[in-house]
T-cell receptor
Framework: GEDVEQSLFLSVREGDSSVINCTYT??????LYWYKQEPGAGLQLLTY?????DMKQDQRLTVLLNKKDKHLSLRIADTQTGDSAIYFC??????????FGSGTRLLVRP | NAGVTQTPKFRVLKTGQSMTLLCAQD?????MYWYRQDPGMGLRLIHY???????AKGEVPDGYNVSRLKKQNFLLGLESAAPSQTSVYFC??????????????FGPGTRLTVL
C-alpha cells in the first residue's frame, strides 16, 4: 500500500532556512500536501503541489517535487519561532483520501 | 463560522467502558473523517463518510463504529474501550467541491486515555 515517510525532528536557528523532506511510494499520486500542526491544535493546510509541477513558491514557502525519486521537500525561508510546529507531508490516493507521513517536528531556536 | 468542533476535548475511560466522540461542522461539507494520531505514526484514518447516511472503513476501523445521521455531525463510538485506543482523535471535513487542493479542515482534537 501507500507509504509516506519523513524524518522525525529538525532544529534550526531563527533566521535560517528550514528544509523538511518527505518520500512517498504511490507514483500515481496527483497531489501532495504539507500540513502544519501547532501544539494542541488540529492540522492546517499550508500548501500543496500538483504532480506535473517541479516547484511551487508561496511567500516564504517553497515546495520542490522530484517525481522520479518520489521525493517532496518544504523549504521555509527566514524561519521564525512561530514556525515551530509539526509538519506533515501527505499524498492523495486514488480514492481522494489522504495518506499522512509521521510528521517532522521543527524546533526554531532563538 | 466555528469550523470543525469536537466534543469532548479530554476524556479518561476505564477498560471496557464505552463512549461517543462528537464532531460537528458548520461549513455544509459533504465529506467527514475520523483519524487517530499516535506518537511517531502520523494520522491514520479510522472511518469516513461521503455524505449523510453513508460511512466507510478507513485504515484502522477495528474497535470503532461511526454514524452520520445528520450532514453536519459525525459520531465516533468506542463500544468497549481498550488501552490500545489511547490516542488523540481528530475529525476533519471537506467539501465535495474542494477541487485541486482537496483541503480538509481539522477540529482541535480529543485526547482520550484508556486505563
Amino acid at each position: 500500500g501507500e507509504d509516506v515517510e519523513q524524518s522525525l525532528f529538525l532544529s534550526v536557528r531563527e533566521g535560517d532556512s528550514s528544509v523538511i523532506n518527505c518520500t512517498y511510494t504511490d507514483s500515481s499520486s496527483t497531489y501532495l500536501y504539507w500540513y502544519k500542526q501547532e501544539p494542541g491544535a488540529g492540522l492546517q493546510l499550508l500548501t500543496y503541489i500538483f504532480s506535473n509541477m517541479d516547484m511551487k513558491q508561496d511567500q516564504r514557502l517553497t515546495v520542490l517535487l522530484n517525481k522520479k525519486d518520489k521525493h517532496l521537500s518544504l523549504r521555509i525561508a527566514d524561519t521564525q519561532t512561530g514556525d515551530s510546529a509539526i509538519y506533515f507531508c501527505a499524498e492523495r490516493d486514488s480514492s481522494y483520501k489522504l495518506i499522512f507521513g509521521s510528521g517532522t517536528r521543527l524546533l526554531v531556536r532563538p | 463560522n466555528a469550523g470543525v468542533t469536537q466534543t469532548p476535548k479530554f476524556r479518561v475511560l476505564k477498560t471496557g467502558q464505552s463512549m461517543t466522540l462528537l464532531c460537528a461542522q458548520d461549513m455544509n461539507h459533504e465529506y467527514m473523517y475520523w483519524y487517530r494520531q499516535d506518537p511517531g505514526m502520523g494520522l491514520r484514518l479510522i472511518h469516513y463518510s461521503v455524505g449523510e447516511g453513508t460511512t466507510a472503513k478507513g485504515e484502522v476501523p477495528d474497535g470503532y463504529n461511526v454514524s452520520r445521521l445528520k450532514k453536519q455531525n459525525f459520531l465516533l463510538g468506542l463500544e468497549s474501550a481498550a488501552p490500545s485506543q489511547t490516542s488523540v482523535y481528530f475529525c476533519a471535513s471537506r467539501s465535495r467541491l474542494a477541487g485541486r487542493n482537496n483541503e480538509q479542515f481539522f477540529g482541535p482534537g480529543t485526547r482520550l486515555t484508556v486505563l
